[in-house]
């Protein structure tokens, strides 16, 4: 899977990650990291929006792939 995080220059802040899922296996690791995602703080909530951005793009594009 990959993954891209922009550091801001000026401050400690950084863009939400953004993720590509490539495979099977990754969209079955990010199914799972989602549901383990349950604290709510500004950086695990960043990437919960990443990571659910990235599964409707790869059921998007994998139809038949999908895993509930």
């Known amino acids: 899977m990959k ?10 802040r950084s863009d939400p990650p953004s993720f590509t899922i490539e495979t099977v296996e990754d969209y079955a690791l990010v199914k799972h ?8 703080d500004g950086s695990s909530f960043r990437e919960l929006e990443a990571l659910k ?3 409707r793009d790869w059921e998007m594009q994998h139809p038949n792939k999908r895993q509930d």
């Not at 990291?33 to 709510?40: H, P």
């Open 33 to 40: 990291r989602i549901k383990a995602l349950s604290v709510q």
């Open 53 to 55: 951005e990235a599964v």
């Open 3 to 12: 993954t891209a995080i922009k550091h801001g220059r000026e401050s400690c």
